[in-house]
């Protein structure tokens, strides 16, 4: 009886052990848990992260590449006749025959023309109004700038 009792005795001790084990166990498990949690957390800030700057990256590379390639800008300027005084509803017309960019306008009562959003190019101007006689000039775009013809580069001749 006496072993019994003390395999019965050591039993307590033993469960004790296999509890406190268990329960050891338990929380490794946890904190396993947890960490793989905080991991997976960190994880996907990291990723969120890493796809925001992407995103921003590829944003300025599409606003930087797009104001290298406008290649516009405009062309303006006066009609004026061979005194001096300026021509209203002269008709001024641009044109490039590579191209095929063409485009026209009216010169305003005070003789003003204007075209905006010129791509880079050499353009052939014309200028015609009844009474005077037809005024043809180069122009070459190659800038942003805005190229501005003042009064003595337009000047007609009276056609009689």
Partial sequence: ?????????????????????????SEIGEEMISTQETN????????????????????LCVISASAQTTGNSSLSGVVADSSGAV???????????????SR????????????PNVPFNPYHLNVKVAGFAAYSQD??????????LDRKSTRLNSSH
Wanted: charged share 15%; aromatic share 8%; hydrophobic share 50%.
């Fill in 1 to 25: 009886m006496r072993a019994f009792s003390i395999a019965f005795g050591m039993l307590p001790r033993t469960l004790l052990r296999g509890l406190s084990t268990i329960a050891e166990a």
């Fill in 40 to 59: 997976q957390t960190a994880l996907q800030y990291k990723l969120i992260s890493a796809i925001a700057a992407a995103m921003f990256c590829l944003a």
């Fill in 139 to 148: 122009v070459d775009v190659r800038s942003a700038v805005p190229l501005s």
């Fill in 87 to 101: 021509v209203p509803g002269a008709t001024v017309e641009i044109h490039n025959p590579v191209s095929e960019f």
């Fill in 104 to 115: 026209s306008t009216t010169s305003d009562s005070a003789g003003r023309f204007s075209f």
